[in-house]
């Protein structure tokens, strides 16, 4: 299987080391949108999108690369690391799961974890979930990666 994980990761790296799990999984490259090839992106059988989570968005940067993805076909999973939590109802991941699915993609899974923070006013005591991702973290963003490499539903 082909796989190709698209990540924007700005703040700590947080989210780069979530997708180096997975494409370790997934013997998968990982890029950021500006480096992101659409051809190899076009041939792949799966394809993951990325990034930490600023004033409960995902990073524009990963945004704004999907938004100006021609419409196509193709399997896909995204994933966010943040500092607070996500209410279950309402996932950081969701919209751009919306906006993937109106791309013409088949949107297989999210995944999401905490990571260190160091937004205002976080900063001033030197951050919040500093430890994190932590090596639970990772393993559990690995056995994400295995369920979509198995074709099976995976949502964390
Ligand atoms: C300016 C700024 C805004 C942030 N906004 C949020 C937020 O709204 N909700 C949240 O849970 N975490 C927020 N965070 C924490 C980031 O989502 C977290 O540090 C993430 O892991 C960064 O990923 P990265 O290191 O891959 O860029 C914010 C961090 C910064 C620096």
Do not use: W
């Not at 419409?71 to 906006?99: D, I």
Request: positive net charge.
């Amino acid at each position: 299987m082909k796989a190709v994980i698209v990540c924007a990761s700005v703040s700590h790296g947080n989210t780069r080391r979530v997708a180096d799990s997975m494409a370790q999984v997934l013997g998968a490259k990982v890029v950021s949108p500006e480096q992101a090839d659409l051809a190899e992106l076009a041939e792949a059988d799966l394809v993951g999108f990325g990034s930490g989570v600023f004033y409960q968005r995902l990073h524009p940067r990963l945004t704004d690369f999907v938004k100006a993805l021609p419409t196509g076909r193709g399997r896909a999973f995204v994933f966010a690391t943040s500092g607070l939590p996500e209410l279950p109802l309402a996932p950081f991941t969701r919209p751009l799961v919306q906006l993937l699915e109106r791309k013409g993609f088949e949107v297989d899974g999210n995944f999401s974890c905490r990571a260190l923070d160091t937004m205002a006013p976080f900063r001033l005591v030197g951050g919040i979930q500093k430890q994190r991702p932590n090596a639970g973290d990772l393993a559990a963003a690995r056995a994400f990666a295995a369920r979509l490499q198995d074709g099976r539903e995976p949502t964390l």
